[in-house]
């Protein structure tokens, strides 16, 4: 069975400063591994996704992830938080060696910017 | 950008009445998903389809859900006789192919509200 864990209910930060957003996972075979962004009363919108290759992942909106095996997690991250980057983020897997269709999300983190 | 589109956006219906959502998926996209939000928690994934069939299913997809494409357009989901804890957002989303590492785009949602 596959899992995602995002420890952080909320991620406070001030506008200019870098942000993270942490996710850990849990999966059998090779992770794939998304994240999305969820506006109020939005859809989910894609962000980015690591497959294979170059551990850092570059984005949407100057979004960036890193992928750590080892640490069997992929943070969100960005250099410098805008008030608009404020949302909902969820982390999502896949198995990539036959794994099941559906994504697998954590629980979400909201993302507040402050001015 | 192509987009997928759900309708309607809201939806209020009376414990034990038919509802069905609509999705209308993105052109050449192939795979069809939907998935559940229930206010609070996780996005939780119902049922994929391809072909004219279901692909894979999850456990809350029960006998009271079905999923059909009547037309070379719409992807709908079917609840047939609505209970309370239905209530929560339907996010319908598609893929080109059905590569564990193939994005999912997702539609707004439908936010149903079981009375």
């Known amino acids: 069975a596959q899992s995602v864990a995002q420890p952080e209910d909320q991620v406070n930060v001030a506008e200019g400063n870098p942000l993270t957003v942490k996710c850990t996972y849990s999966?059998?075979?090779?992770?794939?591994l998304f994240w999305y962004v969820q506006y109020p009363n939005r859809g989910l919108q894609f962000l980015l996704k690591?497959?294979?290759?170059?551990?850092l992942v570059k984005g949407s909106y100057g979004f960036e992830a890193e992928f750590n095996k080892s640490q069997t997690s992929f943070h969100l991250k960005k250099p410098s938080a805008l008030v608009s980057d404020s949302a909902l983020y969820f982390c999502?897997?896949?198995?990539?060696?036959?794994?099941?269709?559906?994504?697998?999300f954590g629980k979400g983190t909201h993302l507040i910017i402050q001015p | 950008e192509p987009e997928v589109t759900q309708t309607p956006s809201h939806q209020v219906t009376q414990m034990g009445q038919e509802v069905i959502l609509r999705c209308v998926p993105i052109?050449?996209?192939?795979?069809f998903y939907w998935y559940r939000q229930i206010l609070g928690q996780k996005v939780e994934f119902l049922v994929s389809?391809?072909?004219?069939?279901?692909?894979?299913k999850s456990e809350i997809f029960d006998d009271q859900f079905s999923v059909e494409r009547p037309d070379g357009s719409n992807f709908t989901l079917k609840i047939r006789s609505t209970k309370l804890e239905d209530s929560a957002m339907y996010f319908c989303?598609?893929?080109?192919?059905?590569?564990?590492?193939?994005?999912?785009?997702f539609g707004p949602g439908t936010r149903l509200l079981v009375l």
């Open positions: 389809f391809y072909n004219n069939e279901i692909s894979e």
């Open positions: 999966v059998s075979g090779n992770p794939y």
């Open positions: 690591y497959i294979t290759g170059d551990n």
């Open positions: 989303a598609s893929t080109r192919t059905r590569g564990s590492g193939e994005t999912q785009y």
């Open positions: 999502a897997v896949r198995d990539g060696q036959g794994g099941a269709d559906g994504l697998t």
């Open positions: 052109s050449n996209h192939l795979y």
